[in-house]
Protein backbone atom coordinates (compact mmCIF):
# COMPACT_ATOMS: atom_id res chain seq x y z
CA UNK A 1 0.00 0.00 0.00
CA UNK A 2 1.23 3.49 -0.63
CA UNK A 3 -0.77 6.35 1.34
CA UNK A 4 -0.29 10.00 0.36
CA UNK A 5 -1.28 11.88 3.00
CA UNK A 6 -1.86 15.72 2.22
CA UNK A 7 1.23 16.26 0.24
CA UNK A 8 2.16 19.35 -0.74
CA UNK A 9 5.32 19.91 -3.20
CA UNK A 10 6.38 23.29 -3.83
CA UNK A 11 9.40 24.03 -5.98
CA UNK A 12 11.40 28.05 -6.17
CA UNK A 13 12.49 28.50 -9.68
CA UNK A 14 15.56 30.77 -10.27
CA UNK A 15 14.29 33.68 -9.99
CA UNK A 16 12.73 32.73 -6.60
CA UNK A 17 9.08 32.22 -7.59
CA UNK A 18 7.10 29.58 -5.59
CA UNK A 19 6.04 26.34 -7.97
CA UNK A 20 3.20 24.37 -6.40
CA UNK A 21 3.88 21.19 -8.41
CA UNK A 22 1.79 19.09 -6.02
CA UNK A 23 -1.03 20.20 -4.05
CA UNK A 24 -2.61 18.02 -0.94
CA UNK A 25 -2.34 15.32 -2.37
CA UNK A 26 -4.46 12.77 -0.81
CA UNK A 27 -4.34 9.41 -2.58
CA UNK A 28 -4.21 5.60 -1.12
CA UNK A 29 -2.98 2.88 -3.68
CA UNK A 30 -3.88 -0.76 -2.22
CA UNK A 31 -1.86 -3.39 -1.86
CA UNK A 32 -1.24 -5.12 -5.76
CA UNK A 33 -2.86 -2.79 -7.60
CA UNK A 34 -1.83 -0.86 -10.71
CA UNK A 35 -2.43 2.71 -10.12
CA UNK A 36 -1.96 5.60 -13.52
CA UNK A 37 -1.07 8.81 -12.72
CA UNK A 38 -2.29 11.11 -16.05
CA UNK A 39 -2.09 14.37 -17.19
CA UNK A 40 -0.63 16.96 -19.13
CA UNK A 41 2.90 17.87 -18.92
CA UNK A 42 3.68 20.07 -15.92
CA UNK A 43 1.03 18.85 -14.10
CA UNK A 44 2.96 16.95 -11.06
CA UNK A 45 3.35 13.62 -12.17
CA UNK A 46 6.82 12.54 -12.20
CA UNK A 47 6.84 14.66 -8.49
CA UNK A 48 4.79 12.66 -7.13
CA UNK A 49 6.55 9.41 -8.35
CA UNK A 50 9.77 11.05 -7.15
CA UNK A 51 8.47 11.55 -3.66
CA UNK A 52 7.89 7.86 -2.99
CA UNK A 53 11.39 6.24 -3.48
CA UNK A 54 12.72 9.95 -1.86
CA UNK A 55 14.10 11.65 -4.75
CA UNK A 56 12.36 14.78 -3.56
CA UNK A 57 10.46 14.98 -0.31
CA UNK A 58 7.51 16.65 0.48
CA UNK A 59 7.32 20.35 1.86
CA UNK A 60 4.42 19.25 3.98
CA UNK A 61 2.83 16.02 4.49
CA UNK A 62 3.22 12.71 4.63
CA UNK A 63 3.75 9.12 2.58
CA UNK A 64 3.75 5.75 4.10
CA UNK A 65 4.94 2.92 2.52
CA UNK A 66 3.21 -0.74 3.69
CA UNK A 67 2.61 1.47 6.33
CA UNK A 68 6.10 3.25 7.45
CA UNK A 69 6.85 6.74 7.11
CA UNK A 70 9.36 7.48 4.50
CA UNK A 71 10.62 10.36 6.02
CA UNK A 72 11.61 8.21 9.38
CA UNK A 73 12.98 4.78 7.44
CA UNK A 74 16.68 4.26 5.85
CA UNK A 75 16.43 5.72 2.17
CA UNK A 76 18.52 3.04 1.13
CA UNK A 77 16.43 0.13 2.41
CA UNK A 78 13.08 1.73 1.21
CA UNK A 79 14.36 2.11 -2.35
CA UNK A 80 15.35 -1.43 -2.34
CA UNK A 81 11.96 -1.98 -1.92
CA UNK A 82 10.87 -0.28 -4.97
CA UNK A 83 11.82 -0.63 -8.49
CA UNK A 84 12.02 2.28 -10.66
CA UNK A 85 11.61 2.70 -14.57
CA UNK A 86 12.14 5.40 -16.49
CA UNK A 87 11.25 6.51 -19.61
CA UNK A 88 14.65 6.29 -21.47
CA UNK A 89 15.27 3.43 -19.59
CA UNK A 90 17.95 4.50 -17.91
CA UNK A 91 20.43 1.78 -18.73
CA UNK A 92 24.20 2.16 -18.45
CA UNK A 93 25.53 2.52 -21.72
CA UNK A 94 29.09 1.21 -20.87
CA UNK A 95 27.80 -2.17 -18.74
CA UNK A 96 26.40 -5.44 -20.59
CA UNK A 97 22.24 -6.16 -20.33
CA UNK A 98 23.45 -8.89 -17.83
CA UNK A 99 25.33 -6.87 -16.06
CA UNK A 100 22.33 -3.47 -15.82
CA UNK A 101 20.10 -6.42 -14.85
CA UNK A 102 22.32 -7.87 -12.40
CA UNK A 103 23.81 -4.35 -10.83
CA UNK A 104 21.58 -4.02 -7.61
CA UNK A 105 21.91 -7.71 -7.03
CA UNK A 106 25.36 -6.99 -7.05
CA UNK A 107 25.30 -4.22 -4.90
CA UNK A 108 23.72 -6.20 -2.32
CA UNK A 109 26.72 -8.60 -2.75
CA UNK A 110 25.02 -11.70 -4.03
CA UNK A 111 27.36 -14.86 -4.92
CA UNK A 112 28.20 -14.65 -8.82
CA UNK A 113 26.24 -17.69 -9.94
CA UNK A 114 23.10 -16.33 -8.02
CA UNK A 115 23.36 -13.32 -9.88
CA UNK A 116 23.58 -15.42 -13.43
CA UNK A 117 20.62 -17.19 -12.28
CA UNK A 118 18.58 -14.15 -11.56
CA UNK A 119 19.63 -12.56 -14.64
CA UNK A 120 18.74 -14.99 -16.55
CA UNK A 121 15.15 -15.36 -14.62
CA UNK A 122 14.52 -11.95 -15.46
CA UNK A 123 15.14 -11.79 -18.86
CA UNK A 124 13.02 -14.93 -19.57
CA UNK A 125 10.31 -12.58 -17.46
CA UNK A 126 10.26 -10.17 -19.79
CA UNK A 127 10.81 -11.91 -22.91
CA UNK A 128 14.66 -11.64 -24.14
CA UNK A 129 16.37 -15.04 -24.78
CA UNK A 130 19.11 -14.80 -22.42
CA UNK A 131 21.93 -16.07 -24.91
CA UNK A 132 20.97 -13.99 -27.12
CA UNK A 133 21.01 -10.50 -24.92
CA UNK A 134 23.39 -11.00 -21.89
CA UNK A 135 26.11 -9.76 -23.28
CA UNK A 136 24.62 -7.25 -25.49
CA UNK A 137 25.39 -3.63 -25.03
CA UNK A 138 22.18 -1.03 -24.82
CA UNK A 139 23.17 0.85 -27.83
CA UNK A 140 22.88 -2.92 -29.72
CA UNK A 141 18.75 -3.11 -28.72
CA UNK A 142 15.56 -1.48 -29.94
CA UNK A 143 14.32 1.06 -28.13
CA UNK A 144 11.21 -2.00 -26.82
CA UNK A 145 14.07 -4.12 -25.67
CA UNK A 146 15.56 -1.73 -23.97
CA UNK A 147 12.74 -0.80 -21.78
CA UNK A 148 12.51 -4.25 -21.19
CA UNK A 149 15.67 -4.62 -19.81
CA UNK A 150 14.90 -2.11 -17.54
CA UNK A 151 11.41 -3.40 -16.27
CA UNK A 152 13.54 -6.83 -15.81
CA UNK A 153 16.37 -4.42 -13.51
CA UNK A 154 13.34 -2.83 -11.70
CA UNK A 155 12.24 -6.27 -10.45
CA UNK A 156 15.72 -7.71 -9.43
CA UNK A 157 15.53 -7.59 -5.89
CA UNK A 158 11.84 -8.76 -6.31
CA UNK A 159 10.59 -5.62 -4.68
CA UNK A 160 6.75 -5.34 -3.43
CA UNK A 161 6.34 -1.90 -5.38
CA UNK A 162 7.06 -0.47 -8.96
CA UNK A 163 7.31 3.30 -9.79
CA UNK A 164 6.87 3.55 -13.68
CA UNK A 165 7.86 7.23 -15.05
CA UNK A 166 6.12 7.12 -18.76
CA UNK A 167 8.18 3.56 -19.74
CA UNK A 168 6.27 3.07 -22.48
CA UNK A 169 5.97 6.88 -24.15
CA UNK A 170 9.42 6.93 -26.28
CA UNK A 171 7.96 3.63 -28.41
CA UNK A 172 6.37 3.38 -31.98
CA UNK A 173 2.82 3.05 -31.78
CA UNK A 174 3.16 -1.07 -32.65
CA UNK A 175 5.85 -1.47 -30.09
CA UNK A 176 3.95 0.14 -27.03
CA UNK A 177 1.17 -2.05 -27.72
CA UNK A 178 3.30 -5.06 -27.62
CA UNK A 179 4.92 -4.16 -24.53
CA UNK A 180 1.33 -3.25 -23.46
CA UNK A 181 0.03 -6.95 -23.75
CA UNK A 182 3.37 -8.07 -22.27
CA UNK A 183 3.46 -6.27 -19.53
CA UNK A 184 -0.29 -6.64 -18.40
CA UNK A 185 0.70 -10.60 -18.42
CA UNK A 186 3.63 -10.14 -16.77
CA UNK A 187 1.84 -8.37 -13.78
CA UNK A 188 -0.61 -11.06 -13.30
CA UNK A 189 2.59 -13.02 -12.63
CA UNK A 190 4.37 -11.27 -10.03
CA UNK A 191 1.86 -9.12 -8.45
CA UNK A 192 3.45 -6.17 -7.62
CA UNK A 193 1.64 -2.66 -6.39
CA UNK A 194 2.29 -0.39 -9.48
CA UNK A 195 2.18 3.41 -9.42
CA UNK A 196 2.38 4.27 -13.65
CA UNK A 197 2.51 7.75 -14.92
CA UNK A 198 1.57 8.21 -18.18
CA UNK A 199 -0.10 10.98 -20.88
CA UNK A 200 -1.49 8.01 -22.70
CA UNK A 201 -5.18 7.48 -21.77
CA UNK A 202 -4.90 4.32 -23.68
CA UNK A 203 -2.17 2.60 -21.46
CA UNK A 204 -4.24 3.97 -18.28
CA UNK A 205 -7.12 1.92 -19.51
CA UNK A 206 -4.61 -0.96 -20.96
CA UNK A 207 -2.84 -1.35 -17.56
CA UNK A 208 -4.79 0.23 -14.62
CA UNK A 209 -6.82 -0.74 -11.93
CA UNK A 210 -7.62 2.93 -11.28
CA UNK A 211 -6.55 6.16 -12.55
CA UNK A 212 -6.42 9.59 -10.85
CA UNK A 213 -6.11 12.63 -13.21
CA UNK A 214 -3.80 15.58 -12.36
CA UNK A 215 -4.20 18.98 -13.14
CA UNK A 216 -1.98 21.33 -11.96
CA UNK A 217 -0.47 19.54 -8.84
CA UNK A 218 -4.15 18.53 -7.88
CA UNK A 219 -5.92 14.65 -8.13
CA UNK A 220 -8.93 16.27 -10.10
CA UNK A 221 -10.67 12.71 -9.90
CA UNK A 222 -9.88 8.83 -9.17
CA UNK A 223 -11.23 5.73 -9.70
CA UNK A 224 -12.15 3.18 -12.40
CA UNK A 225 -12.46 3.36 -16.39
CA UNK A 226 -16.23 3.04 -15.71
CA UNK A 227 -16.64 5.27 -13.14
CA UNK A 228 -14.47 8.38 -14.78
CA UNK A 229 -16.64 7.66 -18.17
CA UNK A 230 -19.89 7.09 -16.03
CA UNK A 231 -19.73 9.94 -13.70
CA UNK A 232 -16.91 12.73 -14.55
CA UNK A 233 -16.37 14.67 -11.54
CA UNK A 234 -16.37 17.89 -13.70
CA UNK A 235 -15.88 19.42 -16.93
CA UNK A 236 -12.16 19.15 -17.14
CA UNK A 237 -12.52 15.55 -16.48
CA UNK A 238 -15.26 15.22 -19.22
CA UNK A 239 -13.21 17.28 -22.01
CA UNK A 240 -9.83 15.03 -20.83
CA UNK A 241 -11.81 12.02 -21.24
CA UNK A 242 -12.96 13.27 -24.78
CA UNK A 243 -10.10 14.83 -25.74
CA UNK A 244 -7.76 11.70 -25.84
CA UNK A 245 -7.66 9.49 -28.37
CA UNK A 246 -8.75 6.18 -27.17
CA UNK A 247 -9.33 2.62 -29.13
N1 LIG B 1 13.53 20.64 -9.61
C1 LIG B 1 12.56 21.52 -9.90
N2 LIG B 1 12.71 22.85 -9.64
C2 LIG B 1 11.74 23.74 -9.91
N3 LIG B 1 10.55 23.39 -10.46
C3 LIG B 1 10.33 22.10 -10.76
C4 LIG B 1 11.32 21.09 -10.50
N4 LIG B 1 10.83 19.89 -10.89
C5 LIG B 1 9.60 20.14 -11.38
N5 LIG B 1 9.29 21.45 -11.29
C6 LIG B 1 8.03 22.08 -11.70
O1 LIG B 1 6.98 21.41 -11.04
C7 LIG B 1 5.87 21.24 -11.90
C8 LIG B 1 5.54 19.75 -12.02
O2 LIG B 1 6.58 19.09 -12.72
P1 LIG B 1 6.59 17.53 -12.99
O3 LIG B 1 6.30 16.82 -11.72
O4 LIG B 1 7.86 17.19 -13.68
O5 LIG B 1 5.35 17.36 -13.98
P2 LIG B 1 4.97 16.17 -15.01
O6 LIG B 1 5.79 14.98 -14.71
O7 LIG B 1 3.50 15.97 -14.80
O8 LIG B 1 5.24 16.72 -16.39
C9 LIG B 1 6.23 21.92 -13.21
O9 LIG B 1 5.73 23.22 -13.17
C10 LIG B 1 7.75 21.92 -13.18
O10 LIG B 1 8.25 22.97 -13.94
MG1 LIG C 1 7.10 13.88 -15.94
Same mark, same amino acid.
Given at each position: ???????????????????????????????????????????????????????????????????????????????? @??????????????????????????????????????????????????????? @????????????????????????????????????????? $??????????????????????????????????? $????????????????????????????????????
Amino acid at each position: MIEFDHVTKRYSDQSGTDVVAVRELALTIGRGETHALIGTSGCGKTTTLRMVNRLEDPTSGAIRVGGDDIAAVDVFGLRR @RIGYVIQTGGLFPHMTVAANIGVLCELERYAPADIRRRVSELLGLVGLEPDRFAT @RYPSELSGGQRQRVGVARALALDPDYILMDEPFSALDPITR $SEIHDEFEQLLKTVHKTVLLVTHDLHEAFKLADRI $SIMHRGSVVQTGTREQLERTPANEFVTRFLAGNEVA
